[in-house]
């Protein structure tokens, strides 16, 4: 059986990543204010056309559209884009640590759970303004830059 090349592992892993890390911009945004994570489909916060496809691919379709609404081009936050790009990180470092095995599926849990929170502590807050929700965003932040650290130390 031939071997997968590393940079094939790693592309794999920040595509999946990306996508994940896509829809849980949608949970961090929707769920905290009640709405479905499944209707609407995703619409622009501004105008509220539906979104095509081509608008909902991660990370490329902010670069592309240069940050706008392709359909009234309202300004779009940069914080989806971040959310994605550290998914894309995510995902391709997980793939890189544990390898295409089991141990992937509770080391991919539990760090995009922790994407997750900080995903919502950047829909929550539009800049993070208070001492208190800074202070989330950072212990987000560490728990998985510690459950990244301990995964590969543990390897």
């Given amino acids: 059986m031939a071997t997968i090349p590393v940079f094939m592992l790693f592309l794999l892993g920040a595509i999946f990543g990306a996508w994940f890390a896509s829809f849980l911009n949608v ?9 479905s994570v499944v209707a609407p489909p995703s619409h622009c916060p501004s105008c509220g056309h539906r979104l095509s496809w081509l608008d909902l691919v991660p990370i490329f379709s902010y670069l592309f559209l240069r940050g ?33 095995t089991l141990r992937l599926i509770p080391a991919a849990a539990a760090s995009f759970a922790l994407l997750t929170g900080i995903a919502v502590e950047l829909h929550g807050q539009e800049q993070l303004k208070t001492r208190g929700s800074r202070l989330r965003f950072v212990l987000w932040s560490l728990g998985l830059i510690g459950l990244m650290l301990s995964l590969y130390i543990g390897r």
């Avoid at 949970?27 to 709405?35: D, F, L, Y």
């Avoid at 081009?73 to 894309?88: D, F, H, I, K, N």
């Fill in 68 to 100: 706008r609404c392709r359909y009234c081009g309202a300004p779009v936050a940069a914080r989806y884009t971040v959310v994605e790009s550290l998914g894309a990180a995510l995902g391709g470092a997980l793939v890189l640590i544990c390898g295409p």
């Fill in 27 to 35: 949970v961090a945004w929707r769920v905290p204010r009640g709405e």
